[in-house]
């Protein structure tokens, strides 16, 4: 391991807005077992220290688009979730340079997210250039087996956005939207050459954007969104 990615796991311990649980303590009972983590139902009031609603990025990467939704709207508190420590360091970093009291971030397989989060502690869910998985069907983010899991912690009728690059992962999720017979919000093929009303609705889709979103730009890919109550 390089010496750079071992002083940002070091600092990352330094961080009071970057929780890193024991993936041991989790499944100390096994995988079908998974032991809930202390600050599952808790985090409004041991991180937060609000009600204000609670928005998760899960597959965060760095956190950029986690920290631009909260320095636009002070009054949701946003948790990045993601696995890689060295990437989640840059995110913690400029929260706590920054001083924002509306972030925080969780390094943890999303497989493992429903020992985190309580039942309807979670308002809504961003999935920001998930991996599409195109060999590992159950493995898609988007997928009845993931949203089985949101299921235990979203709040009935609780949004869950998709913004991703990939025509494979964006037209899987609109068949399992249809498949379990799922309110359809918002849906667009070409975010940025055909928005339709959703520039004037919701200008953050279009100003807030990921490391990898504007590399997929300047590539010239068209960028996709969908969002479904679950």
């Known amino acids: 391991m390089g010496h750079d990615k071992l002083r940002k796991f070091a ?56 920290l631009d939704l909260s320095r ?11 696995i890689k420590g060295a990437r989640l360091w840059r995110g913690a970093k400029t929260a706590t340079e920054e001083k924002l009291p509306n972030v925080a971030f969780l390094r943890t397989r999303i497989e493992f997210i429903s020992a985190f989060f309580a039942p309807g502690e979670v308002s809504e869910i961003w999935l920001t250039f998930s991996d599409p998985q195109p060999k590992r069907v159950n493995a898609r983010l988007t997928s009845p087996v993931f949203l089985d899991r949101y299921r235990k912690f979203l709040r009935p009728g609780g949004i869950v956005h998709l913004k991703t690059d990939s025509v494979l992962l964006h037209e899987y999720t609109l068949e399992v939207v249809a498949e379990q017979g799922l309110e359809l919000l918002e849906c667009t093929s070409d975010l940025y050459g055909n928005p339709g009303d959703l520039r004037q609705k919701n200008p953050e889709l279009f100003e807030v954007r990921t490391y990898y979103e504007n590399m997929f730009l300047a590539q010239g890919c068209k960028i996709t969104y969908l969002s479904f109550r679950l």
């Open 11 to 66: 600092e990352n311990e330094t961080f009071s807005c970057l929780i890193q649980p024991s993936s041991d303590e989790i499944l100390a009972d096994g995988y079908f077992a998974m032991k809930d983590h202390p600050i599952k139902g808790h985090w409004s009031s041991q991180v937060f220290g609000n009600d204000a609603p609670i928005v998760l990025e899960l597959g965060c990467g760095k956190g950029e688009y986690t």
């Open 72 to 82: 636009r709207n002070p009054g949701i508190n946003y948790i990045g979730v993601d």
